[in-house]
């Protein structure tokens, strides 16, 4: 079965700086991967999905950018964080249209 | 677009009483739906879901959850909570789309021992 990898747990960093967050996943090939955010009492925003390498959809503008370079790799980038840009981040994959998403353990950001 | 709604926020109930949490979506097409737990500290965890058929759907841990589609509601449900079900639960739907998975923004619950 697929495990997801996400890293670091948690994050703190100064308004201005650059972000990389990294998932990976394994036991599986071609998944699908998204980055959501998570945020006390509003649930998980979809920030962005990937269908394949170098295919990217963006669900909300913002200060953040995804990439796929290898086909179980996301990485998620900023390259001047916000204050606003606090919040857990989580990585998840499926595995074919229409079905369930499984979730890595999250990143907690925090910008200071 | 699809959207889900949770209408509670927070639910608190004492060991032994009866569930249920509300879910509704906007999509009038066929639907893929799913519930989702994440207990404190844990990362989220599927509970249950529904692609067609029977629209009573059991998942694990004695949840189960009933597909209604003239109201659009995916309510979950348990006979009988304990304490170690405090958790927030999350309804989500891909609603039409591939690869859109839309959530809603959570039930938070709390039993009381």
């Known amino acids: 079965s697929q495990t997801i990898h996400q890293w670091p747990a948690t994050l703190v960093q100064p308004v201005g700086s650059p972000l990389s967050l990294e998932c990976t996943v394994e036991?599986?090939?071609?998944?699908?991967l998204y980055w959501y955010r998570q945020a006390a009492g509003r649930g998980l925003q979809l920030l962005f999905y990937?269908?394949?390498?170098?295919?990217i959809s963006s669900e909300v503008p913002q200060n953040l950018s995804a990439s796929r370079p290898q086909d179980r790799q996301f990485i998620l980038s900023s390259k001047k964080l916000l204050l606003s840009d606090s919040g857990f981040y989580l990585c998840?994959?499926?595995?074919?249209?229409?079905?369930?998403?499984?979730f890595g353990q999250g990143t907690r950001l925090t910008v200071v | 677009a699809q959207s889900v709604s949770q209408h509670n926020h927070h639910v608190i109930l004492s060991e032994a009483a009866s569930l249920e949490l509300g879910c509704n979506y906007s999509?009038?097409?066929?639907?893929?739906l799913f519930w989702y737990v994440q207990y404190p500290g844990q990362h989220l965890q599927l509970l249950l879901k529904?692609?067609?058929?029977?629209?009573l759907v059991k998942g694990i841990k004695g949840f189960e959850a009933e597909f209604i589609k003239s109201k659009f509601s995916f309510n979950l449900r348990k006979p009988s909570v304990q304490w170690s079900d405090t958790a927030e639960y999350f309804c989500?739907?891909?609603?039409?789309?591939?690869?859109?998975?839309?959530f809603g923004k959570g039930t938070l619950l709390t039993v009381n021992p």
């Open positions: 990937s269908v394949g390498i170098g295919q």
């Open positions: 999509y009038g097409g066929t639907v893929n």
């Open positions: 036991g599986t090939s071609n998944p699908n």
């Open positions: 529904y692609f067609s058929g029977d629209p």
């Open positions: 989500a739907t891909y609603g039409g789309s591939n690869y859109k998975l839309t």
């Open positions: 998840a994959c499926s595995l074919g249209r229409y079905t369930e998403a499984f």
